[in-house]
């Protein structure tokens, strides 16, 4: 069991910065791709952002392109999602979620943290 643990959330003005953390906990990730979903009010939960097990590769959602940023310590098992130019439309809840090498679906999932932007 992989237990996921958001941080780093909160009110953020529009053009504003913030970094996600997500601790794991129970076994190491380094056997694991990780990624950050969120989700917005009234809307479903829509993939972010997705990071190989090494840090190697990286997948963006199109509209976060270029703004965010996925990254990894395996050595602290943890992820990291840094938030630059938010805009009012990044508002969401911030899921952390691992996914076990070879397979297809996402393995365990965090709480979430919430992320608003103000104008």
């Known amino acids: 069991q992989v237990q996921l643990e958001e941080s780093g959330g909160g009110l953020v003005q529009t053009g504003g910065s913030v970094t996600l953390s997500c601790a794991a906990s129970?076994?190491?990730?380094?056997?694991?791709?990780m990624a950050w979903f969120r989700q917005a009010p009234g809307k479903e939960r829509e993939f972010v952002a997705e990071?190989?097990?090494?840090?190697?590769?990286?997948v963006y959602k199109h509209s976060v392109s270029g703004r965010f940023t996925i990254s990894r310590d395996n050595a602290k098992n943890t992820v990291y999602l840094q938030m630059e130019s938010l805009k009012f439309e990044d508002t969401a809840v911030y899921y952390c979620?691992?996914?076990?090498?070879?397979?297809?679906?996402?393995?365990?999932w965090g709480q979430g943290t919430q992320v608003t932007v103000s104008s």
């Open positions: 129970g076994r190491t990730i380094s056997n694991y791709a």
């Open positions: 990071i190989s097990w090494d840090g190697g590769s990286t």
């Open positions: 979620t691992a996914r076990n090498v070879g397979h297809s679906v996402y393995d365990y």
